[in-house]
């Protein structure tokens, strides 16, 4: 059976006494105790092997700790003895095994085991002075090495890589060169014709035909004779018959009216092609160039142009322009009405009560009906007729 024992201050004897050693005597083989090791740690297990005790002998187990001279008795035998009051705990030799664990209070450095015997004693045996020092055995009770605390590698914070904010490439269009053809609100080759109570503001062109083309908008001939004036227009009417420079000047504008639809016709790469499949109602159009090999329609949703005051946008239609009664061309951003270009090779038809922005280059007809209001220009190339139109030079 083996009996725990605890060393020094924990488990000693309740006494502590200075013992004189007055000689010794050597073990037999098999008789020198063995200890499981000889460094130990916190936590390690000491084991204590001790040889049988004779049964005349009189022996018993002591230590001295590191940086002492005295010898302190181990308690975990199984006779006591008393003498003169003071406890003793017998080795008897039964239980022949310690075992203790290292604490964290023992003292650090060399222990030496000693097995002490008193060969024939009556009295105190501490008092004896035939106590023998037998064999003894040492350990080191040694510090214990705590790791160095390394605190854990935490890698850099590194904010994430967030990309320079691009704003959208915005194509760069140039405006289109209307000439003298941007002298005019209105300008056509075969008539100009309204009926209701339309409001223009702006100069009308009419060239080639003459001025009895220009009809509803019943016409006052200045004393010149170069032009004439209409209640319904905030501006001047010029016709292909009137006095020079009349002429020649109209001469110059429809060429230059059909120049720009040339130029605009023409231009190439375009940034959308069929966008909406020709149908653009409830769309917002960013600047840039627009083709389409059909005809547009804009419903009564209306559509909407946004961009900046500089931004241009130029639609080229190879059929007809069809906006629905009620619809709204709006600008949002600063959008201006003069930079936004309308090339029709077919017929604009503008619905009633419709309000339209941009310049209109139509290749034949420009139909406006009653209500509509228009923020730009109107350029065709047949005629134009109107029915209580507002049309404002953008």
Known sequence: MKKAFCLIMYCLAVLSIALPLFGNSSLNAGEIPVISGTDFIDGDILSIDLPSNPLNKKRFVAATTPGSDEILLFTDFNVISIFDGQTLLEWLGQDNVFEAPIESGYARGEYNVFLLEVPNYVNNPLKETGLWELESISFNINPTVVPPVVPPVVPPVVPPVVPPVVPPVVPTINPVDLGTAGNFVILAKSAVSTTGVTAITGDIGLSPAAASFVTGFG????????????????????????????????????????????????????DFTEYGAGDISGETLAPGLYKWGTGVLITGVG????????????????????????????????????????????????????????????KTLISMNTGTEIIGRAFAQTAVTLDATTIITP
Do not use: C, H
Not at 235 to 263: C, H, Q, R, W
């Open 219 to 270: 016409l006052i001939a200045d004393s010149t004779n170069t032009f004439s004036t209409s209640s319904l227009v905030t501006g001047k009417i010029y016709a292909a018959n009137y006095v020079p420079p009349t002429p020649a000047n109209l001469t110059t504008a429809v060429s230059d009216m059909e120049t720009a639809f040339i130029d605009v016709a023409g231009r190439t790469s375009p």
């Open 303 to 362: 559509v909407t142009i946004s961009g900046d005051s500089n931004d241009v946008w130029i639609f080229q239609i190879a059929q007809d322009l069809t906006v629905s009664n009620g619809a709204i061309v709006t600008l949002s951003g600063g959008a201006q009405a003069k930079n936004v270009f309308w090339q029709v090779s077919g017929q604009v038809n503008l619905g009633t009560a419709v309000k339209f922005n941009g310049i209109i280059l139509s």
